[in-house]
């Protein structure tokens, strides 16, 4: 009774205080910037008289926190930035469990930044952070929003509800394609994945902790859903989507783990698919250790995506409607979704070509509404799934259907499913 009331306390309070730091973050800190903006001037020009160099625009997603730092780690190390010399790179970041687990992991690979975590620091510079000068501060956002209150687009009020504490607005079309690019060029960084390769061992203790929550020393398939039309995914995937997989999966006496924060879906207790989010053990660092483990993994996120992308694991990347400049590795095989039209009851090059085009203009699925959404299907993930086993084990050849594909569209090291290219029809003209 008493632990009940006591949380539910604890949860308004954490509610309240999201709310302010919002409130804050997108409308009292734009103030402070444009009309109180004096005593930072002050500060401003202390140090840069201490050559002090602040970066800015570290998501809290997952995906972002490996791949911004892993970025800049490529640019700092190869000269892409005109810094004075001995000048000092500072990052203030906020709580969070997912950027405290990443500082942690690979504060040793980046020594050449000091890292500050605060939530009252950070609160108290971000009006500096804002106004965005440039002897000052260095932008290392890869994400769609940003901390910069210059030549940046409003964001509208009610969207983008799932992203929170990464920006106060959009950046503009085109900063956003060119920074894609950017990263697909330069996201490698040998710091990050040494580190990343090196520090992040599976224990006994860990294999333990497994163990108890039913997940045994097997090969092991991890499954994540989306239950949210955001950012890449259009349209989320029913649960029973994955059946068909699933029973492939476990006639081969592998074991299936649910991955993710999503809320375990009941159709899944028939099959006995262990719920790890639902465990006492969940975590970041827990989450990292078990992609490390499994063998496979199906993830509907970009985000997550980055752990097995990092871990240099095979993993499927399916149900995306941003089928350009993704970062998938060569161990992955894509399975987007479609929201071109069709021309004769087939799909062609030029209207996969409008699809990577509307993406690098709205990027939000609330944006392509009026769009038809052709979603993958169960016996695609199965199909897909196959090719992923075939690739694992040496024997996977690309059609020359994939290869055009993976060309024209910047699918980076990875291919689109085979099967699903045959199936949807897509012509290459």
């Known amino acids: 009774m008493i632990k009940s009331i006591l949380s539910k306390i604890y949860y308004k309070i954490n509610f309240f205080s999201e709310k302010i730091s919002i409130w804050y973050e997108r409308y009292f800190s734009i103030f402070l910037s444009k009309f109180v903006y004096f005593p930072y001037m002050l500060l401003e020009r202390y140090f840069i008289k201490k050559n002090f160099y602040f970066l800015i625009n570290i998501s809290e997603g997952i ?27 500072i990052l203030v ?41 440039k002897e000052l501060i260095i932008d290392i956002g890869c994400g769609e929003q940003s901390y910069n209150l210059v ?24 900063e956003f ?29 860990d294999l333990d902790e497994f163990k108890n929550i039913g ?19 259009a349209r989320p995937l029913s649960p029973n989507t994955y059946l068909k997989l699933i029973e492939y999966i476990q006639s081969k006496d592998y074991q299936v783990v649910f991955i993710g924060r999503e809320k375990y879906p009941e159709v899944f207790k028939k099959y006995n698919i262990i719920n790890y989010p639902g465990s006492n053990i969940v975590g970041t660092y827990n989450d990292l250790k078990l992609f490390k ?18 871990l240099n694991k095979y993993y499927m990347y399916i149900n995306s ?39 690098n203009i709205y990027f939000q699925p609330e944006n392509i509404k009026d769009k038809e959404i052709d979603t993958p299907e169960d016996i695609d993930l199965l199909n897909c799934f196959k090719e992923l086993e075939e690739l694992k084990k040496g024997n996977f050849k690309p059609n020359n259907k994939q290869i055009i594909l993976k060309s024209e569209l910047n699918c980076t090291k990875s291919y689109i499913s085979k099967s699903f290219i045959e199936r949807k029809k897509i012509v290459i003209n």
């Open 151 to 174: 030549n940046t687009n409003k964001i509208k009020r009610g969207i983008n509800k799932s992203i929170i504490f990464t920006g106060i607005r959009f950046r503009k079309n085109e």
């Open 321 to 359: 409607w941003h089928i350009d400049n993704r970062l998938e590795s060569e161990k992955c095989i894509i399975l987007p979704t479609l929201i071109s039209s069709k021309q004769n009851n087939q799909y062609n090059l030029y209207n996969l070509k409008m699809q990577a085009n509307l993406q």
């Open 215 to 233: 997940i045994k020393d097997r090969i092991t398939v991890l499954i994540h859903i989306n239950e949210r039309s955001v950012n890449a995914c």
């Open 293 to 310: 483990f499994a063998e496979y993994s199906i993830i509907n996120a970009s985000g997550l995506a980055s752990i097995p992308r990092y």
């Open 63 to 89: 995906g972002h926190v490996f791949l911004e730092l892993a970025s800049f780690d490529f640019k700092y190390n190869n000269n892409k930035f005109n810094l004075k010399k001995d000048c000092k790179l």
């Open 93 to 133: 970041y906020k709580e969070s469990e997912i950027v405290n687990t990443v500082m942690n992991t690979y504060f040793a690979s980046l020594p050449y930044i000091k890292y500050i975590k605060s939530n009252i620091i950070f609160y108290i510079l971000l009006p500096m952070f804002i106004r965005n000068n």
């Open 177 to 205: 394609k060119e920074l894609a690019k950017q990263n697909i060029e330069n996201h490698d960084s040998k710091n990050i994945y040494d580190c990343f390769f090196n520090k992040l061992q599976i224990t006994k203790k």
